[in-house]
């Protein structure tokens, strides 16, 4: 029994390894797949964006299925963040807020309308000048199985240990990392030390301040940050946006009152916008919101 088990397992084994490098090369396919749909057009310069780029949706049509079947999840949005400010969107989950940021930064191309930084098409551009240029926070931080250090300076490559750790201690997570094991060379990720959501954000936003883009898209988790953390965040946040063109998709309220202005999505529409105080005169949707996370909190 056992000279048949021996192979059997071993064969098990080989199967498992197999069937992972397929899911992989599946994955990557998928990758290359998406990558074809959106390449350079030929002869595609590098964007020139200066310090802080203003940013424009116009019209933005868009559907991650683009055949007939496929459900509108942008319907005409325009939208424009002027040089140096903050516009902040809200509106209930699957109103297609994050869809604005993987637009932006070019995950897909839109459908109908264009989306431009500092007035060029990001379709006319680059795909690597456009990245280059941004810096996103996502809600869910996928961190390498490598080092704090690898995974903080991967924003800026070529980065020392002193930028890693203001970097770190902007972001509030370097007292965290201190205390590990291996401090900046502990590994995290699935074969390293497990992050909480809240800490692998603070690792996303140490190395974008690290990067240190004209633009930034804060994509804010729903629930990562304990309040002393999230208030402490929320002033290096706005510390890092200022000169800077930013994007900041908003679950909190409390984050988006000093917003250059506010844009209210439903259903892939923005059916309100304005600053703070003129979407709370107009007693909408925008102030009913207010009043419900008021009351909540
Ligand atoms: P939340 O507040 O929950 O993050 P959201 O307003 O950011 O929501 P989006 O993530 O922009 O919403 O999603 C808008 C719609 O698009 C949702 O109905 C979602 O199911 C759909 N969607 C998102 N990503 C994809 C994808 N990769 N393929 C197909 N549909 C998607």
Redesign the pocket.
């Known amino acids: 029994m056992i000279q048949l088990y021996v192979p059997l397992n071993f064969l098990g084994v080989i199967y498992r390894e197999i069937k992972q490098s397929l899911t992989d090369l599946d994955k990557m396919f998928t990758l290359m797949a998406r990558e074809r749909e959106i390449a350079d057009t030929p002869g595609a310069q590098p964007l020139q964006t200066g310090d802080a780029p203003e940013l424009r949706f116009e019209n933005v049509v868009f559907a991650?299925?683009p055949g007939p079947q496929g459900r509108p999840?942008l319907r005409g949005v325009s939208l424009v963040i002027p040089a140096g400010k903050t516009v902040a969107v809200v509106?209930p989950?699957?109103?297609?807020?994050?869809?604005l940021a993987r637009l932006l930064y070019r995950f897909y191309d839109v459908q109908q309308g264009r989306i431009t930084i500092a007035g060029q098409d990001i379709r006319q551009v680059t795909q690597a000048s456009v990245r280059q240029a941004i810096g996103i926070v996502p809600?869910d931080t996928v961190l390498f199985n490598d080092t704090v250090a690898y995974n903080i300076a991967y924003g800026h490559p070529g980065s020392d240990q002193a930028e890693v750790e203001a970097a770190a201690r902007a972001a509030r997570i370097h007292d965290f990392i201190a205390a590990s094991p291996a401090g900046y060379q502990t590994l995290v990720g699935e074969r390293g030390l497990k992050l909480s959501g809240g800490e692998k954000q603070r690792v996303a936003i140490a190395r974008t301040l690290l990067k240190n883009p004209p633009i930034l898209i804060f994509d804010e988790a729903t629930s990562a940050l304990d309040s002393a953390n999230e208030r402490a965040i929320q002033a290096e946040l706005q510390t890092a946006a200022r000169n800077k063109t930013s994007l900041v998709?908003a679950?909190r309220l409390s984050t988006v009152v000093d917003a250059h202005e506010i844009l209210v999505?439903e259903a892939g529409e923005i059916i309100e916008r304005g600053t703070h105080a003129e979407l709370l005169a107009r007693q909408g949707r925008y102030a009913r919101m207010w009043a419900l996370q008021q009351s909540g909190e």
């Open positions: 991650y299925d999840i509106g989950s699957g109103s297609g807020k994050s869809t809600q998709i679950h999505m």
